[in-house]
Structures are given as structure tokens and as C-alpha cells.
T-cell receptor, first 113, second 112 residues
């Protein structure tokens, strides 16, 4: 079936180091969304990418959507303790007549101060 | 304030005792959805609704029911809860299918 693989599952960094999480889909996606869930909290929408090769930035966060619209990445420059949480990607697949949102399992980020 | 609310936030119940978790949004969103979150399994969709009176199964619908009689409310019903339904449940809404989703604060359910 349709899957979105997200790696790594966990990442532990020192404050100030960079961090990247990757999502890879088995099918072409119409768009991809990124969410952040703080410990004990609920997922919060970060961004949506729609175009092939699209790159968007939010302060220290850089999001990319691959040319083939099958993969995406989130890069955080110079992590801070406020970046702690789990980052999820979720892609919409238009396969067949069923428009379906497929979630990655998330990458949990821990930041040592 | 634009928000999705869920009640209750915490619930401990016994096997077989019917329960309802309410979900309400005040953003006039068309699309609403229920997820369960379990360690190592991410977010799995239970049911979703693209409009009033339109509901459809997600990835893990067994043991759950939903209804969408009005746009703002999307209750999740467990007719006969079992211990394997112990989980963290999130309701979410979006303006349309495919838009950014707004999540409720979550309901932690324990079935003994």
C-alpha cells in the first residue's frame, strides 16, 4: 500500500547543531505537510509544500519538496531547546479516486542544552 | 479564538461501557477527522468527514462510529470499548480536504 517513510525515528543533538528529517513516499504526492508535536501536546501545522522542487523557509527551518514530488525534508539550523518535539510529515496522494492523507511515523528530536 | 475542542480530556472506563468523545470546531471547516496515536505507530486515521452527513472510514475504523449531523461537531463513539482501544485520540479539522489541519488538545482514553 501507499506509505510515507520518515527517517530517522529519533535524533539526539547538542544545542546549536543542525538537524534534518526526511520523508520518502512510495507514490507521487500532490502536496506534503509538516507538523510539530511538542511533548504532551497536539500536532501543530508548520507548512505545506505543493510545487515540485519547492523550498520554503521559516526562520531556522527549511522545507524542501523533491523534484519528483516523492520526498521531502525539514532542516533545522542551529537547534534550540524549543525545537524539542516530534516532527511529522503527511502527504496527500491522488492515486485513483481516493484522495488520502498518508502520515509518516515522525522523527522525535531531543536537544541537549 | 479559532479552535478545536475535545471532551473529555482524560477518561478511564471499563470494557463494554459505551462512551462518546465530543469534538467541536468554530472555524466553519468542512473537513473533520479522528486519529488515534500510539507509541511507535504515529497518527492513524479512524474516520473522516468531508461534509455534513458525509463520513468515511480511515485506516483503523473497527470498533468506532462517528456522526456528522452538523458542521461544527464530529463525535467519536465507542459502542463497546476494549482494552486495545486504550490510546490518545485527536480530533482535527480543516477548511477543505487537503488543507492544513487544526488539531484538538487530545483525549487520553484508558479502557480496563
Amino acid at each position: 500500500g501507499q506509505q510515507v517513510m520518515q527517517i530517522p525515528q529519533y535524533q539526539h543533538v547538542q544545542e546549536g547543531e543542525d538537524f534534518t528529517t526526511y520523508c520518502n513516499s512510495s507514490t507521487t504526492l500532490s502536496n506534503i505537510q509538516w507538523y510539530k508535536q511538542r511533548p504532551g501536546g497536539h500536532p501543530v501545522f508548520l507548512i505545506q509544500l505543493v510545487k515540485s522542487g519547492e523550498v520554503k523557509k521559516q526562520k531556522r527551518l527549511t522545507f524542501q519538496f523533491g523534484e519528483a514530488k516523492k520526498n521531502s525534508s525539514l532542516h533545522i539550523t542551529a537547534t534550540q531547546t524549543t525545537d524539542v518535539g516530534t516532527y511529522f510529515c503527511a502527504g496527500y496522494s491522488d492515486a485513483g479516486n481516493n484522495r488520502k492523507l498518508i502520515w509518516g511515523l515522525g522523527t522525535s528530536l531531543a536537544v541537549n542544552p | 479564538e479559532a479552535q478545536v475542542t475535545q471532551n473529555p480530556r482524560y477518561l478511564i472506563t471499563v470494557t463494554g461501557k459505551k462512551l462518546t468523545v465530543t469534538c467541536s470546531q468554530n472555524m466553519n471547516h468542512e473537513y473533520m477527522s479522528w486519529y488515534r496515536q500510539d507509541p511507535g505507530l504515529g497518527l492513524r486515521q479512524i474516520y473522516y468527514s468531508m461534509n455534513v452527513e458525509v463520513t468515511d472510514k480511515g485506516d483503523v475504523p473497527e470498533g468506532y462510529k462517528v456522526s456528522r449531523k452538523e458542521k461544527r461537531n464530529f463525535p467519536l463513539i465507542l459502542e463497546s470499548p476494549s482494552p486495545n482501544q486504550t490510546s490518545l485520540y485527536f480530533c482535527a479539522s480543516s477548511l477543505w480536504t487537503g488543507d492544513e489541519q487544526y488539531f484538538g488538545p487530545g483525549t487520553r482514553l484508558t479502557v480496563t
